[in-house]
């Protein structure tokens, strides 16, 4: 079964600023979607028509979905967010039903985005041979309606995808993704404006980024955002401790003090 969830447009809580590094990408962005939807008159056609279909692959945790989400927010664009979670469905026409539902429902809350994440497991190769046949139909609905949004150009719908297995994916799919793009593990420069970026709004002194940056080689932009995440634990139970030993110290000279007290009336 296909499950949706749609956040308006201007709901959506993640922009381009939230996002350390990843400016090539955020710059080809600009252009590919922001610009046909701000200079329509710049793509009327020929080599230049609006962008349909971008798809950003690359390891587990390197900002593909927020950046996504990001996209729609400076878009100005509704998100609709697709999972594919099963292909098990007893009612094979209920699949088709759910795509077609999908891009009317776009259509009718244009501009928007189709973020499919996990594109591999929905549209996968169709070369395997234990290929469920309800995922067959719903690639080809699938196909048919994203290309019916190629010859509508005042259509204002973009599918996005994101994947860690783009090897996966079928070709006739990745072929209608006219822009693909990497989202590779951050350098060394990259984490340290990741990690600024992590926490920036955070109240932290002397931190040494450049260190830090140097210490984190291999990790993602969301294990990066788990090692703040755990580092901020720290402070926070200093302060747990701190109250329960002030608590202690509290109780113990009350009893103290009643210690006192009984002994006084008994003299
Ligand atoms: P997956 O392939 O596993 O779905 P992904 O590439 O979609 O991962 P995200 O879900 O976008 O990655 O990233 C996970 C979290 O990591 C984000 O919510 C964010 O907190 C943090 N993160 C990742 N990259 C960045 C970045 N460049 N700047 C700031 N935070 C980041």
């Known amino acids: 079964r296909i499950r ?3 956040i308006p447009a201007g709901e959506i809580g993640v922009t381009f600023d939230d996002i350390g590094a990843l400016d090539d990408i955020k710059e080809s962005i600009q252009e590919l ?8 008159d710049l793509f009327t056609g020929g080599l230049l028509k609006p962008c349909r279909g971008i798809l950003l692959f690359g390891p587990p945790g390197t900002g593909k979905t927020m950046l996504a989400k990001a996209i ?27 795509i077609r539902a999908l891009f009317s429902l ?3 809350i244009a501009p928007a985005i189709i973020f499919l994440d996990e594109v591999d497991s929905m549209l996968g190769t169709r070369k395997q041979s ?32 994101a994947t860690n297995r783009p090897f996966d994916l079928d070709e006739a799919i990745i072929r209608r ?72 110290d509290k109780d113990k000279q009350s009893q103290d003090k009643k210690e006192k007290q009984t002994q006084d009336k008994k003299e």
């Open 72 to 98: 729609a927010d400076e878009a100005g664009a509704s998100f609709i967010n697709i999972s594919f979670s099963s292909f098990a469905s007893k009612w094979y026409g209920d699949a088709e039903k759910s």
């Open 177 to 248: 993704f006219e822009h693909r793009i990497m989202v590779g593990l951050p350098t060394l420069e990259s984490r340290e404006l990741i990690l600024n970026k992590l926490l920036s709004k955070e109240k932290v002194e002397n931190i040494d980024f450049k260190e830090l940056a140097r210490l984190t080689e291999g990790y993602s932009g969301s294990d990066l955002k788990n090692l703040c995440v755990t580092a901020a634990y720290r402070p926070m139970r200093e302060i747990l401790q701190k109250e329960i030993e002030t608590k202690k």
């Open 130 to 161: 234990n290929e469920h046949e309800v995922s067959r139909r719903i690639k080809t609905e699938f196909m048919t309606h994203w290309d019916g949004l190629l010859s509508k150009s005042s259509v204002k719908i973009l599918v996005l995808a």
């Open 106 to 108: 776009a259509a009718k």
């Open 4 to 6: 949706e969830t749609v």
């Open 33 to 40: 979607v922001m610009l046909p939807l701000q200079r329509p």
